[in-house]
């Protein structure tokens, strides 16, 4: 087995490598005439997505229309070919996707109502599998019951209609004069 013939190496020459200080890459009024032209398309981006989404009942059945229309074209070619009559043609494609649409409910309504007939095998199945969740689930609502006010100990409870505005307003204006009227004698 002959070996592969070897290249000679290539002595190639080294640089030397230059070290300068940091450059700012732009000058800042370039920078900042770059950052607004990005807000600019930023904000006509989100505009845009805003319109889109407040004419999105007359652009979607308009798109719809034509995306359907792109897609049933080439066979409308075939049919006009063989002088079959558009409205025929079109009639044909409803009634076509019609049955597809009613055989694709069927066959998901199958399922749903076996799920409903074993509603309550799914139920304690389900019931079974959480159990071990039980005293976690507890714990919480324990801890809702301490933290409601319907619960045995309502925890913290502030009653807002036994003060009266008018002296809880009084204590905090009668405090404001009182620290600034010793602020202003030390001053």
Not at 6 to 25: K, Q
Not at 155 to 179: H, P, Q
């Amino acid at each position: 087995m002959e070996s592969a013939p070897s290249r000679p190496a290539v002595a190639r020459p080294r640089t030397e490598l230059e070290l300068t200080d940091p450059r700012p890459i732009l000058a800042p009024s370039a920078f900042w005439r770059h950052v607004a032209h990005l807000a600019i398309v930023g904000i006509f981006l989100i505009m845009f997505g805003a319109v889109l989404d407040l004419a999105r009942n007359i652009l979607l059945p308009i798109v719809s229309a034509a995306v359907i229309g792109m897609m049933f074209d080439p066979p409308a070619r075939v049919a006009a070919r063989w002088r079959i009559p558009g409205w025929l043609f079109a009639g044909v494609v409803v009634g076509v996707l019609l049955a597809i649409l009613q055989v694709v409910t069927i066959m998901v309504a199958v399922p749903i109502i076996d799920w409903i007939g074993r509603a309550p095998e799914l139920a304690e199945s389900l019931r079974t599998k959480l159990q071990p969740f039980g005293r976690g689930f507890a714990a919480f609502q324990q801890l809702q019951a301490a933290l409601s006010k319907g619960g045995k100990d309502p925890g913290l409870s502030i009653d807002v209609a036994r003060t009266s505005s008018s002296s809880s307003i009084a204590r905090t204006t009668g405090c404001a004069r009182s620290a600034s009227s010793t602020t202003s004698s030390k001053i």
